[in-house]
C-alpha cells in the first residue's frame, strides 16, 4: 500500500459516504479502459513499426480517440476511491524504448513549443517534445489500467480523471496540436522550419507579442 500522490487522499470523507461503483461507471470504466488498451498497444506499434510516413497521422488518429475518452472523465463531479491509500498497482512499465524510437521516427517534428497556461498573464511559452510527451500519457494511462485489471474499478476512474486534469489531459491536448501542425505543413507543402529550440520560442514570442484586434 502506498500513499495516493498526487492527491491528498489522507482528507477523504468517511467509508459511508465514499463513492459506490455503479453499472454506469463501471460502463464508463470499461469503456476508458478498453480505449486505454487500445491507444498502448497502437504506440507500441507506431514505434516499433519504424515507418515515419505514417507516424504522425496514427498518433494523430489514437491521441484525437483518447481525449475523447478524457473528456468523459473530466466533465463528471470528482470520482472518490473507496480506499485511504492507493493499493499496489505492480511495476510501471519501462517505455524508454518507445520514447526514444518515436524521437527518431519523428525526427525535427518532435519538438514544438506550447502555451502552458492560455489564461495565464501573460501566458507562458514551453518547449515541449511529442516523444516524451506520448511516453508519459501512456505511463499514466497504464498506470490505471493495472488498477482496472486488477478489479480495483474505483482506483481506476480516480487516478484516470486525476491523472487527466492535472497532467495528460493537457500533455495529449499540446501532442493533438503539435501534430495537426505537422499535418497542416506536409498538406500545405510548407516545410517546418530548421530551426533551434531557442528559435521557435524566440518566432513565437514575437507572435504573442503582437497587437491584436
Known sequence: MTDSTPGNRLNLPNSDAWTRVDSDLEDLAQGVADQVASFLLAVRAIARSGEPGTAIPLLLLEVSQLLLAGARLGVMTDLVPSEQYEPEPGPDP????????????????????????????????????????????????????????????????????????????????????????????????????????????????????QPTG
Do not use: K
Not at 493533438?176 to 506536409?186: I, K, N, T
Open 94 to 209: 519501462d517505455l524508454d524504448r518507445i520514447r526514444e524510437a518515436l524521437a527518431v521516427l519523428l525526427g525535427p517534428a518532435d519538438e514544438y513549443v506550447e502555451v502552458f497556461d492560455p489564461y495565464a498573464d501573460p501566458p507562458e511559452l514551453v518547449p515541449g517534445r511529442i516523444s516524451d510527451d506520448v511516453a508519459a500519457i501512456a505511463g499514466r494511462l497504464a498506470h490505471g489500467l493495472a488498477h482496472h485489471r486488477g478489479g480495483r474499478v474505483d482506483e481506476a476512474l480516480w487516478w484516470w480523471q486525476f491523472s487527466y486534469v492535472s497532467s495528460w489531459g493537457s500533455e495529449a491536448s499540446a501532442v493533438l496540436r503539435a501534430l495537426q501542425s505537422v499535418v497542416a505543413h506536409d498538406r500545405l507543402d510548407a516545410d517546418i522550419p530548421d530551426t533551434t529550440e531557442l528559435e521557435r520560442i524566440a518566432v513565437a514570442e514575437q507572435i504573442a507579442a
